[in-house]
């Protein structure tokens, strides 16, 4: 019987984020595999959301014991100087987008490349994350994403005024909340009537127009953010190329909402017959309003799409990227 991987997990918060959500997802999948995940953290208790992972909280790396461990995974470039440092050849980069495009880090972008310089090898959440992680180092392999179970739920049509949703911060630019705000905005100029719904992790931005929302949902935990977009008929993404992966339209095709995306690398890598969602081209507003009233006055549209974005997203269930997981780690460490 081949022994249970011991792997930790070092996570620089346990801020509400994407990012974060994603680590927790694949150490539940890991553990309910019947492998041993840690969890270390510099941030406090993880309230927003349910972990199976034993945790280990420090207030520096350096009081981590990593001695048990078959790997150490460094999961945000913070993190990464420490993950190295303190595993040398157990290390892996776990990597969802590529920080030193982002704007809020234009100023670290060189100590960014550093870290990624580092001899360490790489998983990505994204097919075109691995020939970025290889600019830098060549070992990268794509392991895929976790959508949690509980997105995957009945959508049941609903009547009244159709309910638009319009996820991510503003404060991160890569997400294109601007575009959808425009998109919105044009549409309704332009005939088309629908509750715009706003999600975000953090508070609106000066000068956001929050008041084209009906609703506005802050740092909400993962059981109500799926309740939340079930209860909605359309998921806007307009982020930019930057986008690392886009978890948030993952988790509306899972839950049977049909979307309007932005044709970036990490939609388009779902499936190459790029049937699953109305594509519009990054950036544009006006396109993406068009697609978006089309969507709003085209029921059987949305049910279709609905329908063929759920097939896609079954590849992203907890269970398959689990064992991609396992099978990465268990064969490294068997060549070790």
Same mark, same amino acid.
């Given at each position: 019987?081949?022994?249970?991987?011991?792997? #930790?997990?070092?996570?620089?918060?346990? %801020?509400?984020?994407?990012?974060?959500?994603?680590?927790?997802?694949?150490?539940?999948?890991?553990?309910?595999?019947?492998?041993?995940?840690?969890?270390?953290?510099?941030?406090?208790?993880?309230?927003?959301? =349910?972990?199976?992972?034993?945790?280990?909280?420090?207030?520096?790396?350096?009081?981590?014991?990593?001695?048990?461990?078959?790997?150490? #995974?460094? $999961?945000?470039? +913070? $993190?990464?100087?420490?993950?190295?440092?303190?595993?040398?050849?157990?290390?892996?980069?776990?990597?969802?987008?590529?920080?030193?495009?982002?704007?809020?880090?234009?100023?670290? /972008?060189?100590?960014?490349?550093?870290?990624? &310089?580092?001899?360490?090898? +790489?998983?990505?959440?994204?097919?075109?994350?691995?020939?970025?992680?290889?600019?830098?180092?060549?070992?990268? $392999?794509?392991?895929?994403?976790?959508?949690?179970?509980?997105?995957?739920?009945?959508?049941?049509?609903?009547?009244? #005024?159709?309910?638009?949703?319009?996820?991510?911060?503003?404060?991160?630019?890569? +997400?294109?909340? @601007?575009? *959808?705000?425009?998109?919105?905005? !044009?549409? &309704?100029?332009?005939?088309? $009537?629908?509750?715009?719904?706003?999600?975000?992790?953090?508070?609106?931005?000066?000068?956001?127009?929050?008041?084209?929302?009906?609703?506005?949902? #802050?740092?909400? *935990?993962? @059981?109500?953010?799926?309740?939340?977009?079930?209860?909605? %008929?359309?998921? !806007? *993404?307009?982020?930019?190329?930057?986008?690392?992966?886009?978890?948030?339209?993952?988790?509306?095709?899972?839950?049977?909402?049909?979307?309007?995306?932005?044709?970036?690398?990490?939609?388009?890598?779902?499936?190459? &017959?790029?049937?699953?969602?109305?594509?519009? @081209?990054?950036?544009?507003?006006?396109?993406?309003?068009?697609?978006?009233? &089309?969507?709003?006055?085209?029921?059987?549209?949305?049910?279709?799409?609905?329908?063929?974005? /759920?097939?896609?997203?079954?590849?992203? =269930?907890?269970?398959?990227?689990?064992?991609?997981?396992?099978?990465?780690?268990?064969?490294?460490?068997?060549?070790?």
């Amino acid at each position: 019987m081949t022994a249970p991987l011991r792997i #930790v997990y070092m996570l620089e918060d346990t %801020d509400l984020a994407g990012g974060i959500r994603v680590a927790v997802a694949q150490a539940d999948a890991l553990t309910e595999r019947g492998h041993e995940v840690t969890l270390a953290t510099k941030g406090g208790p993880l309230q927003w959301r =349910r972990s199976l992972a034993k945790w280990i909280h420090v207030s520096d790396w350096s009081e981590l014991d990593l001695a048990p461990y078959d790997f150490v #995974v460094g $999961t945000f470039w +913070k $993190t990464l100087f420490a993950t190295y440092e303190l595993a040398g050849d157990r290390a892996v980069h776990f990597c969802q987008g590529y920080e030193g495009s982002f704007t809020a880090y234009a100023a670290m /972008r060189g100590e960014i490349e550093a870290a990624y &310089r580092l001899p360490m090898p +790489k998983i990505t959440v994204s097919p075109h994350l691995v020939d970025i992680c290889r600019r830098f180092y060549d070992d990268a $392999t794509y392991v895929g994403q976790i959508v949690d179970d509980v997105f995957y739920q009945p959508h049941a049509p609903r009547g009244g #005024v159709p309910r638009v949703l319009l996820v991510g911060p503003a404060q991160a630019d890569f +997400k294109g909340i @601007d575009i *959808g705000y425009e998109a919105a905005r !044009l549409a &309704r100029e332009n005939g088309a $009537t629908f509750d715009l719904v706003r999600a975000t992790p953090w508070h609106p931005i000066e000068g956001e127009p929050a008041e084209l929302a009906a609703e506005m949902h #802050v740092a909400i *935990g993962s @059981d109500e953010m799926a309740r939340l977009i079930a209860s909605c %008929d359309v998921f !806007l *993404g307009p982020s930019l190329h930057q986008e690392g992966f886009g978890l948030p339209a993952a988790e509306s095709l899972a839950s049977g909402v049909a979307c309007v995306l932005s044709r970036i690398p990490s939609f388009l890598s779902w499936d190459a &017959r790029h049937d699953f969602a109305l594509f519009v @081209d990054e950036g544009d507003g006006m396109a993406m309003s068009e697609a978006l009233a &089309r969507l709003v006055d085209d029921a059987e549209l949305r049910s279709r799409l609905a329908l063929r974005g /759920r097939e896609v997203v079954e590849q992203f =269930r907890a269970e398959h990227t689990g064992a991609r997981l396992e099978q990465y780690f268990l064969a490294r460490r068997d060549a070790r």
